[in-house]
């Protein structure tokens, strides 16, 4: 059947946006529909990009050439570095974004793409043929055929918002739920949950005493997340001070003496809200010991009077919420804008999913963000444009998976957290959940994923021409580094003293350059006036600039840890990217406890590394795994052989 658009996105907020974005990129007739085109990519919580973990995720997304870092650095009006005083695995590039003008950079962004379409409706349903996905059905009856669609729903799903006794039905404040297209994904025989989120109270900005509070100011320096930035003004706004306080014993005593008044408390909320990201009556019952929370107090935007209370999400009566935040220094005469709320809404148990994002058993229907049980931004952009992707790729016919490793990209450690274990929370990234975050620096995501980026049609050999030039130009001068000798001659150690620096043997620049206490700004000072007294060439050190010289002495001085990372890692890679075929049949097979049995058959792992880190599948099960697949005897062609049949 013939089709005006091959990939239909549903939704439009950050997961919808990526989506789109790629399968255009790729070539592939899309269609972005959204029940409301002005609320594109719209910051619904924290009007912030980034953070520990995220921030790696933002820059992956930028080396694979998605928007969201681009469109962050260019609404952005405070940026700072977390944990900058650490190791650069840990690392964790953010950004304050005026709220309004990330929305509406995005939305320009997505008017300007070739081959995408923006339509304003809303998906009821699917049509699903014996192929599998065939076109989307309209709330009107009408049907939009197509080749694959990604589905990116966010907190719509049957949206239910909390304030206190009060309820009512939305997706967010003052937009209407999806309630149909929960009933059709239900109907498809996916099994759904319920989970929770929640957001803080807004207050004008004019009735704060910021003066009682401690200014959180952004980094001198600010360091852009898009590589693209840099041929760009940046940073592009007028940067702001955020501002830190803190909850008080008052406040604590008026959330235990109110907690019946909580739907969280009184049973209203059924769904599971985030661990890691709590609301402050979950912070004050599970940490008594706790006498004061922080809260950061954050401007929205530059033309905007409303402020944000980061920290202080809550799902109380608004008349409590009032009474609390009043007790709070610094907001004692505040007027509150809007109300802290917790919204309930549908998910897909995303252990249903491949690792592309694609519903198992219904080829071309792909699930990103929030639906997928996720919590954040970066989260959903990240899912996004790995499902979009590989939409593209189902609407072209085309059959190689475009999918990262956990070894490559904190993007494939999420999305194979969630497809092979699943989730009972809604997810969020931490650095912890990389085993192999050493290798996934914010810092590296080019070396990593740009190449990989190429290869796949995201990026053009154009594009990455210039990024990819100045990746090279970092390792040249770095084995520079390890060539160039300093000798202890009396001029330089004269030389050195005055980055208090000693040498009384002959070294390299490498050698010295792995000392610590010399920072990046300094070390590239000496560096370029020792090799101009002797008259050699900087090695395209001048062209590098202070962050790209960071990353040679993080290189340097972290690279022992790397290599013994490298190395460990490539002999498991060797066992866990053996490929388990899909017909693979576990029931029966000699030594498979019935739980495996039970767990692989429904998981069906991609990967003998997949099916590790399935719970209840334990390191036995594996070894016997690997040993049938040594063997050549995968039950692609048929049930294993029984004990009885002289196994």
């Known amino acids: 059947m013939p089709v005006d658009f091959e990939v239909i996105v549903v939704g439009a907020g950050h997961a919808g946006s990526e989506a789109a974005l790629a399968s255009a990129r790729l070539g592939r007739r899309t269609l972005l529909v959204s029940g409301d085109l002005g609320t594109v990519a719209r910051m619904s919580c924290n009007p912030a990009i980034g953070g520990l973990a995220k921030g790696q995720v933002v820059r992956e997304i930028d080396a694979l050439g998605g928007a969201m870092g681009l469109v962050a650095d260019r609404t952005g009006i405070q940026f700072k570095v977390l944990n900058a005083s650490r190791g650069p695995a840990v690392r964790g590039p953010r950004c304050q974004s005026d709220k309004a003008r990330y929305s509406a950079e995005m939305r320009k962004l997505l008017d300007a793409t070739v081959g995408l379409t923006l339509m304003r409706g809303t998906v009821s349903g699917f049509r699903i043929e014996p192929g599998g996905l065939s076109g989307l059905l309209l709330d009107d009856g009408s049907l939009i055929p197509c080749r694959a669609a990604v589905v990116t729903s966010g907190t719509f799903l049957r949206g239910l918002i909390h304030v206190g006794e009060e309820r009512h039905q939305a997706g967010r404040w003052g937009e209407p739920p999806a309630t149909t297209l929960s009933e059709s994904l239900g109907s498809l025989g996916l099994r759904l949950g319920?989970?929770?989120?929640?957001?803080?109270?807004?207050?004008?900005?004019?009735?704060?005493?910021?003066?009682?509070?401690?200014?959180?100011?952004?980094?001198?320096?600010?360091?852009?997340?898009?590589?693209?930035?840099?041929?760009?003004?940046?940073?592009?706004?007028?940067?702001?001070?955020?501002?830190?306080?803190?909850?008080?014993?008052?406040?604590?005593?008026?959330i235990r003496e109110n907690l019946h008044h909580s739907p969280l408390y009184s049973g209203r909320i059924t769904g599971r809200g985030p661990r890691y990201c709590p609301?402050?009556?979950?912070?004050?019952?599970?940490?008594?010991?706790?006498?004061?929370?922080?809260?950061?107090?954050?401007?929205?935007g530059l033309d905007t009077d409303w402020m944000y209370l980061n920290g202080l999400s809550m799902s109380l009566p608004a008349f409590l919420q009032e009474r609390i935040v009043r007790a709070i220094p610094g907001l004692e005469d505040s007027v509150m804008l809007r109300p802290a709320y917790a919204v309930e809404y549908d998910m897909v148990w995303p252990e249903q999913l491949g690792d592309t994002l694609e519903v198992r058993g219904i080829p071309g229907l792909f699930l990103a963000g929030q639906i997928n049980g996720t919590s954040g931004y970066e989260e959903a952009a990240g899912q996004g444009l790995v499902a979009g992707t590989n939409a593209a790729r189902r609407a072209a016919g085309q059959d190689e998976p475009f999918v990262l490793g956990r070894h490559e990209a904190y993007i494939g450690v999420m999305i194979d957290d969630l497809v092979t274990l699943g989730t009972d929370e809604p997810y969020r990234l931490l650095s912890s959940r990389a085993e192999h975050r050493l290798l996934l620096g914010a810092d590296t995501a080019y070396a990593r994923l740009t190449p990989l980026a190429v290869a796949a049609g995201l990026v053009s050999e154009r594009d990455a021409e210039g990024l990819l030039r100045r990746e090279e130009r970092i390792r040249e001068a770095r084995e520079a580094f390890g060539r160039i000798k300093v000798y202890p001659d009396r001029l330089t150690q004269a030389d050195l003293a005055r980055y208090e620096m000693e040498i009384s043997e002959e070294s390299t620049v490498a050698r010295l350059l792995k000392r610590p206490g010399l920072d990046a700004r300094?070390?590239?000072?000496?560096?370029?006036?020792?090799?101009?007294?002797?008259?050699?060439?900087?090695?395209?050190?001048?062209?590098?600039?202070?962050?790209?010289?960071?990353?040679?002495?993080?290189?340097?001085?972290?690279?022992?840890?790397?290599?013994?990372?490298?190395?460990?890692?490539?002999?498991?890679?060797?066992?866990?990217?053996?490929?388990?075929?899909?017909?693979?049949?576990?029931?029966?097979?000699?030594?498979?406890?019935?739980?495996?049995?039970?767990?692989?058959?429904?998981?069906?792992?991609?990967?003998?590394?997949?099916?590790?880190?399935?719970?209840?599948?334990?390191?036995?099960?594996i070894t016997l795994l690997l040993a049938r697949l040594t063997l050549g005897n995968a039950a692609a062609s048929g049930p294993a052989s029984s004990p009885a049949g002289g196994e």
């Open 522 to 621: 300094r070390a590239r000072e000496w560096v370029l006036s020792y090799l101009a007294g002797r008259g050699e060439e900087a090695a395209g050190i001048d062209s590098l600039g202070v962050e790209g010289f960071g990353r040679i002495l993080d290189e340097l001085r972290y690279e022992g840890f790397v290599e013994k990372e490298r190395s460990g890692l490539s002999r498991i890679l060797k066992a866990q990217e053996r490929v388990i075929p899909p017909g693979f049949a576990y029931r029966g097979m000699p030594g498979l406890s019935l739980e495996a049995q039970d767990k692989l058959e429904r998981h069906r792992p991609r990967t003998l590394g997949q099916a590790s880190r399935i719970p209840g599948v334990p390191p036995a099960a």
């Open 194 to 254: 319920r989970m929770k989120t929640g957001t803080p109270p807004r207050l004008l900005r004019a009735s704060l005493s910021t003066g009682r509070m401690e200014v959180a100011s952004g980094d001198p320096a600010p360091v852009p997340f898009s590589f693209r930035s840099r041929q760009e003004s940046f940073p592009g706004l007028p940067q702001m001070d955020c501002w830190l306080t803190h909850t008080s014993a008052e406040v604590h005593d008026l």
């Open 279 to 300: 609301s402050i009556e979950d912070k004050v019952v599970r940490f008594p010991e706790k006498e004061r929370h922080q809260i950061f107090v954050e401007p929205e």
